[in-house]
């Protein structure tokens, strides 16, 4: 399996532009897929560097209803005329950010491209084929980050805490052996592996994604008590871990202390080769 990093927060070179958000373009044995879009259309810039033809791509997961993952989408229709875009149910619920100065950021995804018709809309699991499959009702409450306060969803015509049911996992299976890719994790990269555990009986080989370990809102890194308990809990998985996005360099470094070589930063315009 051949993976690029389109976008994430920071770059390995000067030859590509990051910007807050995440896309990665993978390449399986059946599929040629994105798995989020970014914030803009950074992801098709970068894919030309990367020799990566969007056109090309057969499928894309948006992994929840945040602009920094689904702010590609209009981009992206333009582009490609064939893939299908898989998002959970509720990606297009009304999604806010406090900001600073108590302004609220409407970071939701563009409620007009549902008109496209290219999208399908996930539950709580779909497997798509033998080798993807999506998960989302996450129940474990541990290990979540604070920084989730900050993010707000309209239910009932009011804005209350956003509960993140919109937020749906990746796993891909190739021989025998598993990736787990999260975009932000909001429901807590612990859960969402437990969760996994439940459904394949054994943690992921890989995982790929933010933690969500950096809270743009306010600024802040979660606290090192909370991030150092995450680097057990993934220590004792066995899992290699790949991160970016919103883990923040920070808690990355601190996760790194912990997992040594157990875990590596996934810049944009990476390429990784892994399973077979
Ligand atoms: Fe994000
Ligand atoms: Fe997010």
Redesign the pocket.
């Known amino acids: 399996m051949i993976i690029k990093a389109l976008v994430e927060n920071t770059s390995g070179s000067e030859e590509f532009k990051s910007e807050h958000?995440?896309c990665l373009y993978i390449e399986t044995l059946n599929h040629k897929f994105l798995f989020d879009l970014g914030a803009s259309s950074l992801f098709a810039e970068n894919a030309k560097k990367l020799g990566v033809d969007i056109s090309e791509v057969d499928l894309v997961v948006i992994s929840h209803g945040?602009d920094?993952?689904g702010g590609g989408l209009k981009t992206f229709l333009n582009v490609n005329s064939k893939a299908k875009i898989y998002v959970n149910r509720q990606a297009f619920a009304k999604h806010y950010a406090n900001r600073p100065g108590g302004k609220k950021a409407n970071i939701g995804l563009d409620e007009s491209l549902v008109q496209s018709g290219r999208f399908i809309f996930a539950g709580e699991h779909l497997i798509i084929d033998e080798e993807l499959e999506l998960f989302s009702n996450i129940k474990g409450k541990k290990l979540i980050p604070s920084g989730n306060q900050d993010l707000l969803m309209e239910s009932g015509g009011l804005l209350v805490q956003d509960d993140f049911s919109h937020e749906q996992n990746l796993i891909i299976s190739e021989g025998g052996k598993t990736l787990l890719i999260a975009?932000?994790a909001h429901n807590g990269i612990v859960n969402i592996i437990d969760h996994m555990i439940e459904i394949k009986h054994s943690p992921p080989h890989y995982v790929i994604g933010?933690f969500h370990l950096y809270n743009r809102s306010a600024d802040k890194y979660e606290d090192p008590v909370l991030i150092n308990l995450i680097g057990l809990y993934l220590k004792d998985t066995g899992s290699f871990c790949y991160t970016c996005?919103?883990t923040g360099i920070e808690p990355y470094q601190r996760l790194k202390e912990i997992m040594k070589e157990k875990i590596k930063y996934l810049s944009t315009g990476s390429r990784l080769k892994i399973l077979s």
């Open positions: 958000g995440l945040h920094d993952h975009g932000c933010g996005h919103c």
